[in-house]
């Protein structure tokens, strides 16, 4: 069976620091385009962060870049998300999918079906 568990979400204070980790059964993540997708409470889900099978290239949504970090333990076949200087608007239940066809599916998370998505993990900023 192939299954995705997301984890490490969690109430953190703003300025703070989440890991948030993906990981899979059934197959092995490295040999597919990996991302990490969010949706806040009355909006639409976006794309946060999606890295590569072949080369490590990563693909950054522009509110995220330079606070998120997205890296891949292929012995442990997770993906984890480094959240850092998170902010209120942060606030969203986060997902992770694989694989992806390609990185267009990062950018526009609209054009998947809704029965891909798993349960995710609350990430919730606030003082």
């Known amino acids: 069976q192939l299954q995705l568990v997301e984890s490490g979400g969690g109430l953190v204070q703003p300025g703070g620091s989440l890991r948030l980790s993906c990981t899979a059964s059934?197959?092995?993540?490295?040999?597919?385009?990996t991302g990490w997708f969010r949706q806040a409470p009355g909006k639409e889900r976006e794309g946060v962060s999606c890295i590569s099978a072949s080369d490590g290239s990563t693909y950054y949504a522009d509110s995220m870049e330079g606070r998120f970090t997205i890296s891949r333990d292929n012995v442990k076949n997770t993906v984890y998300l480094q959240m850092s200087s998170l902010k209120p608007e942060d606030t969203a239940v986060y997902y992770c999918?694989?694989?992806?066809?390609?990185?267009?599916?990062?950018?526009?998370?609209?054009?998947?079906?809704?029965?891909?998505w798993g349960q995710g993990t609350l990430v919730t900023v606030s003082s």
């Open positions: 059934g197959f092995t993540l490295d040999k597919y385009i």
């Open positions: 999918l694989a694989p992806l066809l390609d990185f267009s599916l990062c950018v526009s998370p609209s054009r998947l079906p809704e029965e891909v």
